[in-house]
């Protein structure tokens, strides 16, 4: 039966180019992603929904940014719609967010986790929107969003950990994700955040793999390319070094979060031996692994 995944395109946002590039001149990422006149990028929040079809288990990658800031803060950090759009393209798929059973959270940052909650309406707080999930998260992770460093306060939602652990479906976990299934593995990330959680599939057919911020999009493939919100660049692109070979041996899918064509690709090395992405997928609709 195998698995079936499919790319779940969630809210929009426009960031700052440079602080998404790191220490890339304007002059190079601007060739990668046109920037607006604001220098901002445009990047997708997209999740990954697999559908373990011979156990009928729905298990949602991430859930993107949502829709959870107020206007103010939308147009901040450059949230283009203000209805919830990954609940839509679940819909669009015929799935209802009571049918999702598990939802992995790479970690917690607004961008990854703000999907777990109901669109912005004033005088209302927000409340969780998968009624019958269980909620996966890295011990490490958790932690890092309940006692955050002043650097990153702001990439966490003011009281989501509430929420979540008042539900009594949250997960804590180590490394170690045999609760999805026999197939699922984990690597763990410390380079952009402590317990930043990427997570294999191993199917039959195919292995896939969800990058997180590790790898956000096509341009981050490359080993010298970090983000300016990294906590630790040089660990993050030590990491980088580590996991892209795992990619190519296994002949993996890269599942990416951020950019704002392409929802998957594979990794080869080129002729000078520089890392770079092939076969990139604007979508991917029922891959089968």
Same mark, same amino acid.
């Given at each position: 039966?195998g /698995?079936?995944?499919?790319s779940?395109?969630?809210n ?5 180019g ?5 220490? =890339? +001149? ?9 920037p607006?006149?604001?220098? !901002? ?14 156990? @009928?288990?729905?298990? *949602?990658?991430d ?13 901040? /950090?450059?949230?283009e719609?203000?209805?919830h ?8 798929? &015929?799935?209802?967010?009571? #049918? ?7 970690? $917690? ?13 004033? &005088?209302?707080?927000? #409340?969780l929107?998968? +009624?019958?999930?269980?909620?996966? =998260?890295?011990?490490?992770?958790? #932690?890092?969003? =309940? ?5 990153? !306060?702001?990439?966490?939602? +003011?009281?989501? #950990?509430?929420l979540? @652990? ?5 997960? *804590?976990v ?12 984990c ?8 317990? $930043? ?9 195919r292995?896939?793999?969800?990058c997180?911020? %590790?790898?956000p ?7 010298? =390319?970090?983000?300016? /919100?990294?906590?630790y660049?040089?660990l ?7 996991? $892209?070979?795992?990619?190519?041996q296994s002949?993996a899918?890269?599942? %990416? ?15 000078s031996?520089?890392w ?14």
């Amino acid at each position: 039966m195998g /698995y079936a995944i499919y790319s779940i395109e969630g809210n929009r946002q426009r960031l700052d180019g440079g602080s998404m590039f790191g220490n =890339v +001149p304007h002059g190079l990422w601007s060739r990668w992603i046109s920037p607006d006149q604001r220098l !901002r990028v445009a990047l997708s929040c997209r999740g990954f929904l697999i559908h373990d079809r011979q156990r @009928d288990c729905r298990i *949602l990658l991430d859930t993107g940014i949502g829709a959870f800031f107020e206007p103010r803060l939308r147009d901040r /950090y450059g949230v283009e719609q203000p209805q919830h759009c990954l609940l839509t393209s679940l819909a669009a798929r &015929g799935v209802h967010p009571e #049918q999702i059973d598990f939802v992995v959270l790479s970690h $917690l940052h607004f961008d990854h986790a703000g999907g777990l909650l109901t669109p912005w309406k004033s &005088g209302h707080a927000p #409340q969780l929107v998968f +009624p019958a999930a269980r909620f996966v =998260v890295n011990r490490r992770a958790w #932690q890092r969003a =309940v006692d955050p460093h002043p650097r990153d !306060r702001a990439s966490f939602i +003011p009281d989501i #950990q509430t929420l979540l @652990d008042r539900s009594g479906r949250l997960e *804590l976990v180590d490394d170690d994700l045999s609760l999805l299934g026999p197939d699922f593995g984990c690597t763990l990330s410390d380079g952009h955040t402590p317990g $930043l959680l990427l997570t294999w599939i191993r199917g039959e057919q195919r292995t896939a793999v969800f990058c997180g911020d %590790l790898i956000p999009g096509l341009p981050w493939v490359h080993l010298p =390319v970090s983000m300016g /919100y990294d906590r630790y660049p040089e660990l993050l692109i030590d990491e980088k070094a580590a996991f $892209l070979p795992q990619c190519r041996q296994s002949e993996a899918t890269l599942l %990416l979060t951020h950019d704002p064509q392409y929802a998957a690709c594979r990794v080869v090395r080129d002729a000078s031996g520089r890392w770079v992405p092939m076969s990139p997928e604007r979508s991917l609709d029922g891959l089968i692994a």
